[in-house]
C-alpha cells in the first residue's frame, strides 16, 4: 500500500509539472505569433526558475524559430514601478522579440539600474518607457502603476458627470436661446442637459473670464438627426459659420451654428470609419435625450485647442487617466464620462486658436471627492491644486465636485 501512495503521488506530480509545462509553452507560442504579427512590440513569459527556464529553455527557442521571432533569456529583471520586485526576483524570463527590441529592452535596463536612486516622477517614467514597450496602453500602464504604488488619476476616483463652462455678457439672452431655441432641459437657473451626463452650464463675465477674451473652446452636440437640426436650426434663425454638407465615406458630417456669446456649436454625426471604430462602440450604448422640440442628442465633446497637442496627451492619458477613444491625427477624442467627451485640438488646424486666457472651464463630477482631494492635494502641486480646482498645461482650468 505505501509503495502505491508513493507511486500515486509522483505519478500525479508528473501529470502536474507537465500541466505546467504545457501552459507555460501554450502562452509562450501566444506571444509569439503577437510578436510576429506586431501586436506586440516585445513581450515577456512567465517568470520561472532557472532551472525550470533552462529546462524549457530548447522548446522556447523552437518556438520562437516557428514564428519568426528572437527570444533572449533573462536572469537579471529590471525592477520597475510597473511590476512588484516579488514576482520576478531570482527569476528567468524569456524575452521575444524582433528586430531592434532587444536593443531597446537592454537599452531600458541600463537606465533603469543606472537610476536606482531616481525621485518618484522619474522612477514612474522608467516604468511608463516598460509598459510603452510591451505594448500596453497608458490606461493598462495607469492601471499597473495603481495596483503596485500609490500612483492614482482623476479617473481613478470615479468621473460619471461632464460639466463645460460658458461665459456671456447677456447671460438672460443665453439662457433663453438654449432653453427655448436648442431646447434642452433645464436641470437649475443656468445649467443644461445635453447628453445622459454631459452639461452646459453658462455664467455671466467674471474677473477671470471677461469680455473681449479669446474662446480656445467649441462644443459638439452628437445626433443621429443632422437634417432635421440643420432645418431647424435655420428656420430659427440661428448665424451659421459652416454649412451642412454630408460626404460619403468619410469619418463624420455636420454644421457649425454659433450661439449668442460666439461659441462655436457643431452639430455633429460620427460614422463608421477607421478612425471611429472605438468611438462608435462607446457611442452605440448612450441614451438618447430629447429636447422640446423633439429631435435627440446622444453625447457631447467639448473641443479645447493647443500649441502642444502631445502634452495634452500626455496630461489627459497619465495625469486624468482618460481613455482616447478616436484618433484623427491633429484632433484626439478622450471619453471623460458616459456621454461625455474632451477633444483636444492642434490650433493650426481647428475652428478656434490657442490662448493663454479663454472663455470655457471644465468640471468633472467625482464619485471620491474627498479621496481625490486628499491625493491631490500631495501629487497635483505642479498643477495648481487647490479647493477642488486646478490648471493643466496650456493654463486651461478645471473643477471637480462630488456627484455621491
Known sequence: ??????????FCMLISC???????????????????????????SSPMSPDEMNEVFPDFQKIADKYGVQVYKENDFPVTMLFP???????????IYKGNRLIQYEQ???????????GQEEREELARRFGRLLGYSSHGINQLLSKNTDYRSLASFGVNKQITHFYYEDLDKAVNFYEEVIGFKKTDETTFQISSDAYLELHPFNEDHSKGQEKSTAIAFLTDDLPEWYDYIQKAEVPIKYTYKPREGGPHDGFVAIDPGGYLLEFEQFKQHSENELFMAELASSPKVETSGG?????????????DLLAMQKFYEEDLGFVMVADQGWTKIYKTSDS????LVDERRGMENYADTKAVEIEWGISDVTSLDDYASKAWQQFNYENNSFSGPEKYKYRVNSTR
Open 1 to 10: 500500500m505505501r509503495k502505491l501512495i508513493t507511486w500515486t503521488t509522483t
Open 18 to 44: 507537465a500541466e505546467k509545462e504545457n501552459s507555460a509553452l501554450a502562452s509562450f507560442e501566444v506571444f509569439c505569433e503577437m510578436i510576429a504579427n506586431d501586436a506586440k512590440p516585445l513581450a515577456l
Open 85 to 95: 520586485e516579488s514576482v520576478t526576483n531570482s527569476k528567468s524570463v524569456a524575452v
Open 108 to 118: 531600458l535596463k541600463a537606465d533603469v539600474k543606472s537610476g536606482s536612486n531616481a
Open 295 to 307: 429631435l435627440l442628442f446622444y453625447g457631447s465633446i467639448t473641443w479645447t485647442y493647443h500649441n
Open 340 to 343: 461625455g467627451f474632451i477633444g
